[in-house]
């Protein structure tokens, strides 16, 4: 049960030259914004259903559902899971940024610029700005570990790194979700890819196994695994939960892979071809196909999103490569390399240039 603690403020929402007012409440200690003055500024209508709770926000072909108390919204009939719950009272529905944002940027194609005191919309012409880098693992995770005691939070940082920084030195956003070893949840690093509008989300990771003869680069983009092998990666990387103090429950588990990613889900598998293609050329290593598989880091990113697995730490020669700087550099750099690509066809598509 969500308790309002107090009134906040005004906000000032601005579109199109017209300006009007938004309040701001704070529940169990997250900032809300009222959709209502939101939807009179978009023209859109909302309606509810009091005896259901459910929230009807349309405009044009858009039919958002949306239901008090619940992070579960439909989308033209398709559901999906925010990180926190809509809240109506008396008249008003709250909703908090992290759902307010992405829902204005996918479904009605608008930049909110979210400031102290005012939230200023804008039309937008499809382009991808913003990019979080994910470095898997870190802090007391130390993800895999080679046989001469290479840690793969460390490697995976210094690629990551590397790729924001020739990401920015291109003109794009780049956010990392961590640039030190500290330990970050799995389902705060979508958040934070949620909550700062990203356009596109790349997770870092190296991957190990038994048979330390198998080498080479693979990229997943999020779906249910359909080998042993992509049952066994997923296991792996998933496997982070122990160092979390929460707990999933299988239901929402076996949905929330299905529902997240779904219509970003040809982006994803197009956004891995084109890093997995970039790194085999860059780095000289070997292709191990573009995969999916259910990765809890995945799961809730409403953006294109990857997992990258550089190379196996587990094979005693790519682990003394990885400690190579140059070796390190090309996996980075084929990461922006595939990027790059992807951005130039994908904005080009949408924009219909």
Known sequence: MFKLFFFLCIYTASYNGVETDVPVKEFNGYRYLSLKPISQLLDSKINYL??????????????????????????????????????????????????????????????????????????????IEKIVIDAGHG???????????????????????????ELSKLGANCILTRDTDVFIPLQERTDIANKKGADIFVSIHLNACRNRNVRGCEVYFLSKARTDWERAVEAKENSVIEFEDREITPDLESIMWDLSQAEHLTESKELAAFILESIVKRAKVTSRGVKQANFHVLRGAYMPAVLVEGEHLSYPECEKKLKDSNFVRNIALGIVDGVKEFIEVYEKQMNYD
Request: overall charge positive; proline content about 7%.
């Open 139 to 165: 802090g007391k995770d130390p993800g895999a570990i080679g046989l001469n005691k290479t840690k793969e939070k460390d490697v995976v940082l210094k690629i990551s790194l590397i790729v924001a920084d």
């Open 50 to 127: 009091q005896k259901s709770g459910r929230i009807f926000w349309q405009k044009g072909n858009q039919n958002i559902v949306l239901t008090d108390k619940s992070p579960w919204i439909t989308i033209n009939g398709k559901p999906y899971n925010f990180p926190l719950p809509v809240i109506k009272q008396d008249d008003e529905v709250f909703i908090s940024p992290s759902m307010l944002i992405p829902l204005l940027k996918s479904r009605f194609n608008l930049l909110a610029d979210l400031r102290d005191d005012e939230i200023i919309l804008l039309d937008r012409k499809i382009k």
